[in-house]
């Protein structure tokens, strides 16, 4: 039996749903800017325009009367001469803001959730 599903990367997934550029289709209007930025962080993890233009069409209200869906075949074209098919974000150094909240989580975690035989019991009895 053939499979027929689309695998869809990870990062690729992260670079859709962490885009900053993307919440600015939702509203319909003025979208030039922000899809041409979207499209640029979509680029590195795939460069088949049908599917970017589907990502870029479901930010879009259903009711979209504008041209940015026609512009996005250029925006991709311009995004891979312009050196843009490489992930970047594999590269990228937690932030101190991320270091410090990760730390602060690893401690609630500890605090939290003592190891088992660590503490006393938990439900307190009597």
Known sequence: M???RTVVPTA??????NSNHAAGL?????THLPAFHFVGE????????????DIVGGFLPPDYKGNTLEE???MVADS????YVTPTSGNKQPSAAETGLIRRLA?????????????????QTG
């Open 26 to 30: 939702i509203p319909g209007r003025d």
């Open 80 to 83: 891979i001469k312009n050196g």
């Open 12 to 17: 690729m997934m992260e670079a859709v749903f």
């Open 107 to 123: 401690d609630f975690d500890s605090l939290a959730f003592p190891k088992w035989g660590e503490s006393e019991s938990l439900v």
């Open 42 to 53: 979509i680029v590195p993890h795939t460069q088949e325009v049908a599917w970017i233009l």
């Open 72 to 74: 996005i075949p250029r």
């Open 2 to 4: 053939q499979d027929n």
